[in-house]
Structures are given as structure tokens and as C-alpha cells.
């Protein structure tokens, strides 16, 4: 029996692979009044014979890790999305986000009891991306959460 093979749609999240850092920017928020700058640092790595991306991400604040996550980018070809299902050190659920590419940027969307949260990953530079968080209470109106400019490191 042969076995499956990745598809363009799973290669085109070949894009995220390597390791990145850079600056982040968050905006005031409710877990975060004044907002500030962060340095963040992410590794995707392909997994499961190339269907999925696994990504480790960690915040670092004033010398500390104060928040990491764990991702894995898949896609669905049932549904003709790209998901992720995201968990971090806030404890909470693990969410679930859908999205599709639009040339080189990636924009998911989750939604939970909280509220709307949107994941731009944009890709059009070489050796670099951008990252931005959005969030929303009706899926309407939406609020920069945290802004990212990351560099591949080689």
C-alpha cells in the first residue's frame, strides 16, 4: 500500500519552518494595562512525515520567560482550511484556529467563550515575518492584541 503524500496545501506551510526572533510589541489590554515590548522566540519544525508544522514559541520580558506556547499548523482538505491548535501557559483550553493563505500571508481565526482572536502570519519578505494577534468580543470590531517582526535564524 502506498502511503499518503503531503500536498501543495501542506507545502505551503513549509514557509513557517526554522527558527525565528524578534520584537514584539503588545498593546494595552485587560491582561496587560500598559502593554510593552517583548522579545520572542519561535521553532517549526515539520512533523509526521511533512503533514504537519510544530511550532514552540516563547515570550521573554525583563530577562524572564513569562509566556510559551505550543502550536501545530495542519491542514484540512475536507474542509479546504488551514488549522492551528494552539496551547500556551495560560491554562486555558486549547484553541482552535481556521484560516487560508492569501499569497504570502496566512489568516486564521478562532473563536471561544472569551471572544474572537485573528492570527496574521505574513510571509512576503524573504527570511522574515511578521505576526500580528487580533482580538474581538463580536467578531466585528478588532483590537491589535500583540505585533511581531521575526528573523530566520541561519
Not at 501542506?10 to 510593552?36: F, R, T, V, Y
Request: glycine content about 10%; overall charge neutral; some cysteine.
Amino acid at each position: 500500500m502506498d502511503m499518503p503524500k503531503p500536498t501543495d496545501a501542506h507545502k505551503k506551510l513549509e514557509k513557517l519552518i526554522g527558527s525565528w526572533s524578534g520584537q514584539e510589541k503588545l498593546h494595552p489590554s485587560p491582561w496587560d494595562p500598559k502593554g510593552g515590548t517583548a522579545r520572542g522566540r519561535v521553532t517549526n519544525r515539520s512533523a509526521l512525515d511533512g503533514f504537519v508544522v510544530v511550532q514552540d514559541y516563547e515570550q521573554e520580558r525583563n530577562g524572564v520567560i513569562n509566556f510559551c506556547g505550543h502550536g501545530v499548523f495542519g491542514w484540512n482538505a475536507a474542509q479546504q482550511c488551514y488549522t492551528l491548535h494552539w496551547f500556551d501557559s495560560m491554562g486555558m483550553p486549547p484553541n482552535e484556529f481556521r484560516g487560508s493563505f492569501k499569497n504570502d500571508v496566512l489568516t486564521m481565526t478562532s473563536q471561544d467563550p472569551q471572544g474572537h482572536s485573528r492570527a496574521t502570519f505574513d510571509f512576503s519578505k524573504e527570511n522574515q515575518y511578521s505576526f500580528r494577534m487580533e482580538v474581538s468580543q463580536d467578531g466585528k470590531q478588532w483590537h491589535t492584541f500583540m505585533e511581531g517582526k521575526y528573523s530566520q535564524k541561519m
